[in-house]
């Protein structure tokens, strides 16, 4: 097969975006700074190569603060961002915590906040059960958010409080499924208030975008990325929706399709957020194993984001 050539085209940006880059290097340095081990409440990005490298230099990932046997050792919050309840619990621990939540997350438990307090009921559009939702919703007191998931939920809600709706969204959402949702919620409740600046961040934003870009001329399409990241999957579903029929998730435990690639004239590639480059390398070198590739990187925006590490790790 090795005369088989098979041209790649790599999707740009894809990726660890400047929140991953910023918790993981939370980690590394809250290790530096107070020894190992460190406790991370959930796994720090949704990816299982990071977290298993994470655990090899001394962090030890748990669900909740009662799972940590020593409360003398400091306890690190996930990029997905926490419910208010989280850091006040450590408090009442008197435990030392580092929060490394993504700060495109806490922008959006800040705006959920103020549109709280200055009399709105939310509505959070979101994925049920994903951190980052439940880390959004317990920043408002029972009854103060409501989660819809789509545009049949649109269809059944019912505003039952006289107060005025508002809306904020998860980051890592599709941006095509989103702009359908919000058009729903305008129309039912004309209204509604909407955040200033769009909650789906830069980084979800562009890596769908440069999915797109692509997605019609590939004949099969890989995102490299774990199943339980929301990016990683959300960009599988753009590829389908974009022109690739053939769109599959490589996660830790998949089988590389080898024969149904050697039909492809052209592929595609890219990662999810939480993603190491190292994936996307290994990816290649599977198939330049076995096929003679021809590499093309499509770049749509270079990104140059980053994000500050708290003051106290440095
Ligand atoms: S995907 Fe977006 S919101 Fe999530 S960590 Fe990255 S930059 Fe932050």
Avoid: W
């Amino acid at each position: 097969m090795k005369n088989k050539e098979i041209k790649v085209l790599l999707a740009a940006p894809r990726g660890f975006c400047a929140g991953v880059d910023r918790a993981i290097e939370i980690v590394k340095k809250s290790i530096d700074k107070y020894g190992s081990p460190v406790y991370v409440r959930h796994e720090i990005v949704h990816n299982k190569h990071v977290v298993e490298n994470l655990k090899k230099i001394g962090a030890i990932f748990v669900e909740e603060l009662s799972e940590i046997k020593d409360k003398t050792r400091p306890v690190i919050f996930s990029a997905h961002g926490v419910p208010k309840n989280v850091p006040l619990e450590a408090k009442n621990l008197n435990m030392e915590f580092v929060d490394a939540t993504c700060p495109l997350v806490s922008k959006v438990h800040r705006e959920a906040e103020n549109l709280n307090k200055n009399g709105c009921h939310i509505i959070l559009i979101g994925h049920k059960n994903h951190p980052e939702v439940i880390g959004t919703m317990g920043q408002i007191p029972n009854g103060g958010i409501d989660l819809i998931e789509n545009v049949e939920d649109v269809k059944k809600y019912e505003n039952k409080n006289d107060k005025n709706l508002a809306f904020v969204t998860q980051t890592t959402l599709s941006v095509d499924d989103t702009k359908e949702i919000i058009y729903a919620l305008k129309k039912k409740f004309p209204n509604i208030k909407e955040p200033k600046k769009e909650d789906i961040c830069y980084a979800t934003t562009n890596r769908q975008a440069a999915v797109k870009k692509i997605a019609k001329e590939c004949e099969m399409f890989f995102v490299l990325g774990s199943r339980n990241s929301s990016n990683s999957v959300r960009l599988v579903e753009v590829a389908r929706k974009s022109g690739c029929a053939n769109a599959l998730l490589i996660h830790s435990e998949s089988i590389i399709p080898f024969e149904k690639i050697a039909a492809c004239k052209t592929i595609g590639v890219s990662s999810g957020a939480s993603a190491p480059e190292i994936l996307v390398k290994n990816f290649i070198n599977d198939l330049k194993n076995k096929y003679s590739l021809k590499i093309q990187e499509v770049e749509i925006v270079k990104e140059d984001v980053n994000f500050k590490i708290p003051g106290k790790l440095n």
